[in-house]
């Protein structure tokens, strides 16, 4: 399977504890993205690279929140001290990250729930 | 303030029929539209998009329609099919501004009754 893998699939964990979750892209794309998705929403932006840059940040993205894509390869996001509003789907995207692509390719996401 | 909104959560129609799946967006900078389709415990697969520059994209059974006046576009799909039935999210993305993220309705969930 050559598409966006994402691990673990499942977390739970204790309120004020720190979690980190893996992403690794699709091989050749460039770009790589983070989205939050909660019960009844859409996905919302989080953050994005471009390789190893990380280019934009929401502003849902608090100081908490840090991601990191050390070699342009895959991707980690890390949850410090989380939170009960913390609970949600998290889904990374990439694409090719070429011109102006815009045809994100999701992995399955990683759901976490803090209790 | 939701930029893109999805007002009708879900639709129902029946097998052969055409669905239609409406999208609403407030920010005049978003100049690149796309669609998703999302089944249970899966990510997010991309369906169709639609540059500011046109009107109407197809692909297939599905057309997307954009009215930049009215800042609305919509999905069509003819002929429906069982397997259509999937949460589907409109979103938007401001190309001139160089951002690349994505800014995503609420989503609608279609059903489509064999």
């Known amino acids: 399977d050559t598409g966006v893998s994402q691990n673990p699939r499942h977390k739970i964990t204790k309120r004020g504890q720190n979690v980190t979750f893996r992403c690794d892209p699709i091989?050749?794309?460039?770009?790589l993205y983070w989205y939050r998705q909660t019960l009844g929403q859409g996905p919302e932006f989080l953050t994005y690279?471009?390789?190893?840059?990380?280019?934009?940040k929401s502003r849902l993205l608090s100081d908490r929140f840090s991601a990191e894509r050390p070699k342009g390869s895959f991707s980690t996001l890390e949850i410090q001290r989380t939170e009960q509003g913390d609970s949600a789907m998290y889904l990374c995207?990439?694409?090719?990250?070429?011109?102006?692509?815009?045809?994100?390719?999701f992995g399955q996401g990683t759901r976490l729930t803090v209790v | 303030d939701q930029q893109v909104k999805q007002n009708s959560p879900s639709l129902s129609v029946q097998e052969g029929r055409i669905s239609i799946l409406n999208c609403d967006y407030t920010?005049?900078?978003?100049?690149?539209f796309l669609w998703y389709k999302k089944y249970p415990a899966e990510g997010p697969t991309f369906l169709i998009s639609?540059?500011?520059?046109?009107d109407k994209n197809e692909d297939g059974r599905f057309t997307v329609f954009l009215n930049k006046s009215a800042k609305h576009l919509s999905l069509h799909i003819v002929p429906s099919q069982p397997g259509d039935s999937a949460v589907y999210f409109c979103?938007?993305?401001?190309?001139?501004?160089?951002?690349?993220?994505?800014?995503f309705g609420s989503g609608t969930r279609l059903q489509v009754q064999p």
């Open positions: 995207a990439s694409s090719r990250g070429v011109g102006q692509d815009t045809e994100a390719f």
């Open positions: 979103a938007a993305i401001p190309m001139d501004t160089g951002r690349r993220a994505l800014t």
């Open positions: 920010n005049s900078m978003f100049d690149y």
């Open positions: 690279f471009q390789n190893e840059a990380q280019l934009e």
């Open positions: 091989s050749e794309h460039n770009r």
């Open positions: 639609i540059s500011s520059i046109k």
